[in-house]
């Protein structure tokens, strides 16, 4: 449960221009984006590069080095550096665990979802990011280190109020919401009572100590085989990175057992993650006779020809994986409901298991019906989810207008380097050494 200090949902009217980066899958993707106020829609201009293999395992360097110069091409070939003489207000979407001081600091506790960049955890990652930067000569002031979940929450809120969580059900999963400063010990007094502060629960890491949830063999299996082993347990049973991985463990135990595929070479089927959760999506929307698309896409993947018995196997065991997975999706938010008391609203979520599994919204709805005990007859579920709106860039971005707009006003509580950005000024939080003497300037 980590401390955003992202204070309070946005009023709407939040404007301006802010570059926004966001680092957490599959790409690196780089962002200016102006918020017009007043609830309109904000406009974007963005650039994705693919982040290889390499540097999602090699050196805390080669990650920052690679981001500062992806960032500058941007900034150049947006000539952003030439219509200002203030530097460029930053949010960092940075979609892994990271304990906040600050909201633009943050300690990374542990890669997640199959990273393993050496000399990042335990370390700030906004100062490293920060040194690659200054070594560029970077036009630009880190604002707000910003989860991916948060990001949903925000930028949700910003067009629809009625958002009470932002979740990512993806390539990991985790959500974020908005807690009562007074109910956070770990504050220990540094904002007033009763100040919302949104936090991001990182329940991906629920049950890490493998005492509550019913793990089957291949549950112990991939966590063995990950680079993490013993951590984010319920991650590794519920999230997208997952389920294909699950799957293909399923199939390899049968075939041992000779139970299917007998006399076929099944060894392509021996390659870690080779079946994606894009494949189970397909294998569940499989409309074609006798299962014909799952058996050519299958033998695409693994050189193996399917019986129609084992079609079937295919079709039950990708549904079991992916009814689980919606399910403990859906345990996670009902946690969270049950915590604040919330009975109704609106869950933005994103994430390619929310948007493009075919089952999953139906699932999961199902699931929270059945925790909540909601009655059979009801026109409308009270606790819908709705598509988030691009959190790690939008979010991003209304977060760091948030968190200017509070710099502005002096209230400079939970942030690390305030400097007012319209006339340089400093206001940094650790000049007071007293930070409860901040807090009381600071207004919920
Ligand atoms: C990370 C979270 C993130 C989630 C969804 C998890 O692996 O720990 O910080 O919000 O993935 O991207």
């Known amino acids: 449960m980590n401390i955003t200090w992202v204070l309070g949902q946005p009023h709407g009217h939040e404007k301006g221009s802010f570059l926004t980066v966001d680092l957490g899958g599959t790409n690196l993707r780089v962002c200016w984006i102006t918020l017009p106020g007043a609830r309109g829609q904000p406009s974007i201009i963005q650039e994705r590069y693919q ?122 999963c985790n959500a974020a919401y908005m807690e009562d400063s007074d109910s956070i010990p770990k504050l220990a007094g540094r904002l007033p009572p009763a100040c919302p502060v949104a936090i991001n629960c990182e329940y991906g890491a629920f049950d890490n100590s493998h005492i509550v949830l019913p793990m089957t063999k291949y549950d112990h299996l991939i966590d063995k085989e990950s680079p993490r082993p013993g951590e984010q347990a319920f991650e590794k049973m519920s999230a997208g990175l997952y389920l294909g991985e699950l799957f293909r463990l399923v199939l390899i135990d049968l075939a041992k057992r000779d139970l299917i595929f007998q006399g076929q070479d099944d060894s392509r089927l021996d390659k870690s993650y080779i079946l994606d959760t894009g494949f189970l999506s397909a294998i569940e929307d499989d409309q074609s006779p006798g299962l014909q698309n799952t058996a050519t896409s299958f033998t695409a993947h693994t050189g193996i020809e399917l019986n129609n018995q084992e079609r079937q196997v295919c079709r039950q065991l990708a549904e079991l994986i992916a009814i689980r997975g919606a399910r403990l999706c859906a345990c996670g938010i009902a946690a969270i409901c049950n915590k604040k008391n919330i009975k109704a609203g609106h869950v933005a979520a994103d994430g390619s298991v929310a948007n493009k599994h075919p089952k999953f919204k139906r699932r999961w709805a199902d699931a929270l019906a059945e925790i909540f005990d909601w009655s059979e007859d009801r026109i409308e579920d009270p606790i819908v989810l709705t598509p988030a709106e691009d959190g790690s860039g939008i979010g991003a971005a209304v977060i760091v207008a948030m968190t200017l707009e509070r710099m502005s006003k002096g209230e400079v509580v939970g942030v690390k380097e305030a400097t007012d950005m319209r006339d340089g000024s400093q206001k940094t939080a650790e000049m007071h050494n007293n930070l409860k003497k901040d807090s009381r300037r600071f207004k919920c």
């Open 51 to 172: 982040m290889s293999k390499q540097v999602k395992t090699g050196t805390a360097n080669q990650l920052w080095d690679e981001v500062a110069d992806r960032m500058e091409t941007f900034i150049r070939d947006q000539r952003l550096d030439e219509t200002t003489t203030q530097p460029l207000p930053l949010g960092f979407t940075f979609s892994y665990p990271a304990m906040q001081d600050f909201i633009d600091h943050g300690v990374l506790q542990t890669w997640t979802k199959g990273w393993d960049v050496k000399g990042v955890e335990g370390e700030d990652v906004t100062t490293q990011f920060r040194e690659a930067m200054e070594k560029r000569r970077l036009p630009v002031k880190l604002v707000a280190l910003v989860n991916d979940t948060t990001g949903a929450m925000i930028a949700s809120a910003y067009h629809d109020p009625k958002t009470v969580i932002g979740a990512i059900f993806g390539t990991g």
